[in-house]
């Protein structure tokens, strides 16, 4: 099955004052009803899944999934908890939950489900789960926000959640509990005093609410690290939840946008957005940033894995590296990956280049993006091969820049796949944005398998 | 009335890890075990105090992070299961702690007069944060006194680091002053580590001590300079360099709770006892005491 998809998406504040005391202030008043609004659409939606993404949720090992099916409990505000208690019980799709689990392991992330009694279930989740899903007809999952996560784990944890709506034919709703500036008063104020921080917050939250009513997600998205340092109090998580709605909208800038209410919580910009995947005319910009397909785990340099002893040494990926040899006319670049043999990167006759085989592998981590075919044990692995076909080219690149060539000079390319019907459409791909557009001569052979845990290898000739 | 005083003071940081590895029966998961050297740390705390007589534990805890002040346990009891958010696999233990709510409230009003914002909790259903939790039961685990449990206000995410110290100290000032004026004899604690930067992936065995150690040479460095100015008396030191210490160690001094427990100590200048160091995922804790009891003159 291949039908999931991501029907509506929608941004809700996380604050407690929507549940508890919408009638204190005419504000919290009118982002309830925009709740209940975003509530009715949901229902209308036809949607028989909710994704929440809390940022008053913070996790550090990796990202956590709720995966208890009834969840119960009181909930009360660390801050406000003044205005009451929030009984709460939950209707949690463990199995998706499970699901989205292993996909994230897969991609390279680090991902675990929790399933506890009394797990305390933050205020964000708790507060979007009532008002958007108050008979709990549909079933949810919450996940968490990683403290260190950056843009590309962020995007690699969406794109593993719609892998799971995907391979099981879910119509899903993505929502991002969070504030927009969350600056609120440090004093405690009169409910009817109400209003956001300052002028500069409410003027970037409007900016904010002006893309999104725009439908340009994925601006907002790029935007995110200047609006976490213009409008948001350092607190554990910055402006993440826009990267994963964006990823969970596959970075597009020309959904269909409404906001249903922008108001001050207490200082914090709150807002109900509504984001549905129809078109709206509006021009889709590029995706400019890596569209990284799997976790490569930049934040290895904490971990306790252990590094290769010597450069020149590799476990995990396939025989030991040498140092490319140097006979007259050849060219060797710091830039790319080492060779496994005696042989230079390429080799310069007259105005011709000729390239030894290129792999994806990358220079000085000897790393595979989109990750190796095969572990050290030679299990599969899950690898993604435009990835890898994009690191091929990248290297080709720089060893024909070393010998003063460039990618628009090459005449002929033969390529090597060791999973042609797996891997040709993906390939093809990336070939037909890139080389494709130079137009050298191409020959695509099946081969049963390379030297290291690649998937892909190019001989190139090309002129200098 | 007799003069209430501060017998002690300690730095006793709160990583559920190691109610984990003990095993109490409060708690659910249990272990083989790990991270021995803080809990024999805090074993060697208890066994320096134990011939101390005291009424009051005053405790102030990172996790209960509040942004609108300073809050106060303000009912008598608070019983109720505590999961760790972050690390639920390790700690969900049934706690069950008495409040000294006089104490509390007198705090509070004397924050309140100096200036600070400040805020009573008497909601029931309120849980209360796992670190005053894992503090509370490494500290003491018969739980047989009251506590006075203090938020952390998070100003130094709201302005920065310096005007949070200026209200901490502040705050340090009056639990001081509350303390003397209640009669009590009181322990303080603050509840934290020192460097803060956590492993981001955990071995399959939590307490698998092989992959233990902290995260960095610079965080090693940081937390060797600090205990050094407490064995040494320098806390001066420490007030000053707070701020660069806290950036760059990312430390959990940011809470507050250090330079609060300084200030009710009147930054000592006399040398405080290292119980235990270690490293929890990554991170740096001192179990440390200052002896208020053997330095009285000038009270």
Known sequence: MNSGELVDSFVVPVHPHTVLAPEKNEGWGKL??????????????GADLLIIYSTTWPSVIGHQIQADPNPQWVMVDHDFHDLGSIEYSFNIDSQFAHAWNEA?????????????????????????????????????????SNVYSNRSETTVLAKACLDVIKSTGRKAVAVTAMSLSNRMFTENIDPKEDRIHSLKDDEWNL??????????????????????????????????????????????NNLTGEVLAYEALHGAGGAVVHLNPTPSGVGDKEYDEDDIEVFGGERGVLDVVEEPESPLENKSNGPDLWEPTDAEGSVNSDAAPKPVGAYPHARRVGNMLYLSGVGPRQPGTNSIPGGPIHDENGAPCNYDIKAQTHAVIDNISRILEEAGSSIDKVLDVTSFLVDMDRDFQGYNEVWAETLGKVGPTRTTLAIRALPTPIAVEMKVIAQI | MTKGEIVAGCLAPHPPH??????????????????????????????????????????????????????????????????????????????????????????????????????????????????????????????????????SNRSSAYYSVDVMQEMMIELGKVTREAIIESGKKAVVIASNSLSHRHFTTESEVPEDMSKEHITSHAMHLWDMRIIDYMRSGQCQRIIDEMPEFTEQAIA??????????????????????LHGYGTIIGTGNAIVEWPVYKHKEGE
Do not use: C
Request: without cysteine.
């Open chain 1, 32 to 45: 309830r009803q925009a709740y209940e609004e975003a509530a009715k659409r949901i229902e209308d939606s």
């Open chain 1, 104 to 144: 994230n392991k897969k991609r390279g992330l680090q991902s675990r489900t929790v399933s506890y009694q009394g797990f305390p279930i933050d205020v964000g989740s708790v507060v979007a789960l009532t008002l958007l899903n108050p008979d709990n007809k549909i079933p949810a999952v919450i996940v968490s």
């Open chain 1, 207 to 252: 900016k904010i609410l002006e893309f999104l009513s725009e439908g340009r997600l994925e601006d907002v998205s790029q935007l995110s690290r200047t609006i976490h340092q213009q409008i948001r109090v350092q607190k554990v998580v910055t402006f993440k939840p826009m990267w994963w709605l964006s990823a969970m909208n596959d970075n597009r």
């Open chain 2, 18 to 151: 190691l109610v984990y590895a003990e095993n109490p029966p409060q708690n659910e998961p249990t272990a083989e075990g790990g991270w021995e050297q803080l809990r024999w740390g805090y074993e060697r705390l208890r066994e320096s105090l134990s011939d101390i007589d005291y009424d009051v534990i005053v405790v102030l805890s990172p996790h209960w992070q509040t942004y609108i002040g300073t809050h106060f346990l303000g009912l008598p009891h608070f019983k109720n299961l505590s999961v760790d958010p972050v690390f639920p696999n390790l700690f969900r233990y049934n706690y069950d702690l008495d409040v000294d709510v006089d104490l509390a409230k007198q705090i509070h009003d004397k924050a309140e007069q100096a200036g600070l914002t400040v805020k009573m909790m008497t909601n029931p259903d309120f849980r209360v944060d796992y670190g005053t939790i894992t503090t509370g039961h490494m500290f003491n685990p018969k739980w047989d006194k009251p506590m006075v449990v203090i938020s």
């Open chain 2, 252 to 273: 959990e001094s940011d809470g507050g709770a250090f330079s609060w427990l300084l200030s009710t100590l009147e930054v000592p200048d006399y040398p405080a006892i």
